[in-house]
């Protein structure tokens, strides 16, 4: 079974970049999906992007299209979400996971980890 890890939230400046990444272990699969989500403040938690593992098949929520960037380092069992011009709506806890099947939907991705914090300051 596949787990993921992820790491580099931290503080920035609106307008910094930041690089996540979401480390795999275990059992993977040619055909896994990896999805990135947040959480911001208050809110539910929605889909930012995701990739299939072994595809460069891609897809973004509308708000960080042109701006976030999802990549894939298969030598290192690697996910990057690199984020350039961070705004102050894109503070939350983002996470990794695993999704069931190639789909933006929450619902579709489980055993969610502990989420790495990213928060843009003005």
């Known amino acids: 079974q596949m787990q993921l890890t992820e790491s580099g939230g931290g503080p920035v400046q609106v307008g910094g970049s930041l690089r996540l990444s979401c480390a795999a272990s275990g059992r993977i699969y040619s055909s896994s999906v990896i999805g990135w989500f947040r959480q911001p403040p208050g809110k539910e938690r929605e889909f930012v992007a995701l990739?299939?593992?072994?595809?460069?098949?891609?897809l973004y929520r509308d708000s960080v299209k042109g701006r976030f960037t999802i990549s894939r380092d298969s030598a290192k069992n690697t996910v990057y979400l690199q984020m350039n011009v961070l705004q102050n709506e894109d503070t939350a806890v983002y996470y990794c996971e695993k999704g069931i099947q190639y789909s933006s939907d929450p619902a579709d991705y489980t055993s969610w980890g502990q989420g790495t914090q990213v928060t843009v300051a003005s």
């Open positions: 990739t299939r593992w072994s595809r460069d098949s891609t």
